[in-house]
């Protein structure tokens, strides 16, 4: 699951929580399934993969043994008869030495004074200059930096600030996205974009692995003598930008059991992880395995047992069913969007998809966290009354997060996430098959079976829309506690779940198991109100933090 996510995973979680203690039985599942999840995770998650970094020798090992256990089972290839869909994931975009800035006849240096951001599209163009402030049009602030200039054709100049600078607290935070205001330019007739910063707003990232290009060339001129000159008067500009882009090989392993139906049921995992760490990983040493027993060998496991028991009992259903182990997720959900977008299944006969990610820890209250039930009704029906033996299941409404179920709603697919919580070992080398909780992944295999059993009596499942994320849209925040939150936590407060070594909290001494009830003068009762306090502060603020420690009452100082 990546890390840059997980924001918009607490604010789902804070919306729709069900909880249901379980009444019922599952049923039997086939015999040896403790073992058969043991040796999956144990291999996945062993030292010999080097922790599954896409494009790696060890992402290809853990690629064969899934292929592999499919064949085992008798399943036949996803991909038109095959069991691998390739796809390529972009790494780094670096500018050529032919790119090009120059104000009239004078060149500007490349990575000195100005340099292509991630929005920029490739071209060669010369034309003149327009300063357009801000770029922002704010009717309903009575404000607009375009009401009377003419960009058609124009190289537009334009500030990457705002009217009251950038930061959580501003009028204009909705105006701030950089790439929202350059294709307002863009539809407006320009030809080139460059952005300029006079306000010491954060500058655009001069390195980037994703590539988001609008149709025009965009620079960012980091030079502040060059930058004031395009900020005063109408100039005369040259520009020219060639990217190199460098990428990685990757793949998503298809399982298909084809029962010759008209609907086919989708279940993913993705097998990817962190290799030695790296981007996304919550680790400060020297570079390390990172393991990735839970997030997300655990799902992986738990996929490869739903393709043995269904594969043994495929006659018993009305609809096929299509495993897909996922590359690319910890990047961005890279392989479930590829997959989605590439039409090997239609999405309409496509009945539901169930993700698991992070299946592996199930706590000491029985917590199993279902999110997406509002993607479908029948969803909600079957969830919420038929909760399965030792288990305590929370559901949440939203159909998008950081997972791979994202990318099948974003394509009007029911889909559902099972996920048991984050932890301290999260994104660490100490994510090992040591902590896995088999006993609570055998239950949840259980509920798993249990859900896929009830959803077959259902003909078709309508697909819903949820409730529109950016009227539940997360507080916006620049600094962090450095902590882990415990997601799952449904009583008053955010409770740590993990503490990040060198970052506010543990400089604070706070730890793992602590409950913050109050940042300042703010009340933290969730995990909303937790990022609208964080997003009160900003770097380099001194505050106190209020928490409760083994039921007392504790405050620390905290400075971000």
């Known amino acids: 699951m990546p890390t840059n996510m997980y924001k918009a995973l607490s ?247 084809d029962n010759n139906a008209e609907y086919t049921v989708v279940i993913g995992a993705h097998y990817d992880h962190l290799g030695m760490g790296g981007d996304g990983s919550l680790y400060r040493g020297e570079p390390a395995i990172h393991n990735g027993a839970d997030d997300n060998a655990s799902g992986v496991a738990a996929l490869l047992e739903l393709a043995y028991i269904l594969s043994k009992r495929s006659s018993e259903y009305t609809t096929n069913f299509l495993f897909i182990a996922f590359s690319g997720e910890e990047k961005g959900l890279l392989g479930s969007n590829f997959f989605a977008k590439s039409m090997l299944f239609r999405p309409e006969s496509m009945k539901y998809m169930i993700n698991m990610d992070m299946i592996g820890r199930l706590n000491d209250e029985n917590v199993l966290m279902i999110n997406g039930v509002g993607t479908s009704r029948e969803f909600s029906r079957i969830i919420r009354t038929v909760p399965c033996a030792e288990l305590n299941v929370r559901t949440s409404e939203g159909g998008t997060g950081p997972s791979d179920h994202t990318s099948f709603y974003n394509i009007n697919v029911p889909a559902i996430h099972f996920f048991t919580g984050a932890h301290e070992d999260y994104h660490k080398p100490s994510d090992d098959f040591e902590k896995i909780n088999f006993r609570g992944l055998v239950e949840i295999m259980k509920y798993l079976m249990y859900t896929i059993n009830s959803l077959e009596e259902v003909k078709g499942l309508e697909f819903s829309q949820t409730a529109s994320e950016e009227s539940m849209k997360a507080p916006a925040f620049t600094v962090t506690l450095g902590v882990v939150p415990d997601y799952l936590f449904d009583k008053e407060g955010m409770r740590i779940d993990g503490i990040t070594d060198g970052k506010p909290a543990s400089k604070a001494g706070l730890m793992k198991g602590d409950i913050v009830v109050r940042l300042g003068s703010i009340p933290v009762r969730d995990m909303m109100s937790y990022m609208k306090a964080l997003g009160s502060f900003k770097k380099g603020d001194k505050t106190q933090v209020e928490y409760i420690r083994n039921g007392s009452k504790a405050t620390a100082e905290i400075e971000f």
């Not at 994931?89 to 790119?99: D, E, G, L, T």
């Not at 800035?101 to 920029?120: E, F, G, V």
């Not at 620079?219 to 060059?226: C, E, G, H, T």
Request: charged share 25%; net charge neutral.
């Open 11 to 257: 604010f789902l979680l804070v919306f729709g929580f069900y909880a249901a203690l379980a009444q019922t039985n599952c049923g039997p599942l086939e015999g040896g399934v403790e073992d058969r999840l043991s040796n999956s995770i144990e291999y996945l998650a062993s030292d010999d993969l080097q922790g599954r970094y896409p494009g790696t020798k060890g992402e290809e090992l853990a690629a064969n043994y899934i292929s592999e256990r499919f064949q085992e089972y008798g399943l036949l290839g996803g991909a038109e008869g095959n069991f691998f869909q390739e796809f390529t994931i972009p790494i780094s975009i670096n500018p050529m030495p032919s790119c090009e800035l120059k104000i009239k006849k004078r060149a500007l240096k490349l990575n000195t004074d100005y340099y292509p951001i991630q929005y920029s599209a490739e071209g060669k163009l010369t034309g003149e200059t327009v300063f357009v402030s801000f770029g922002i049009s704010a009717p309903e602030l009575n404000y607009n930096d375009l009401s009377e200039i003419n960009v058609k054709g124009k190289i537009a100049v334009m500030d990457i600030g705002s009217p009251d600078g950038i930061h959580p607290h501003s009028k204009y935070l909705a105006y701030h996205d950089l790439k929202t205001r350059i294709q307002g330019l863009v539809k407006k007739g320009a030809v080139g974009v460059v952005l300029v910063n006079q306000n010491n707003s954060e500058a655009p990232s001069k390195s980037f692995s994703r590539w988001l290009p609008t149709k025009v060339p965009v620079l960012f001129v980091s030079n502040a003598k060059y930058a004031k000159k395009l900020s005063k008067k109408k100039r005369q500009l040259s520009m020219n930008v060639v990217l190199e882009k460098e990428e990685l090989e990757a793949k998503n392993v298809l399982g298909f059991i």
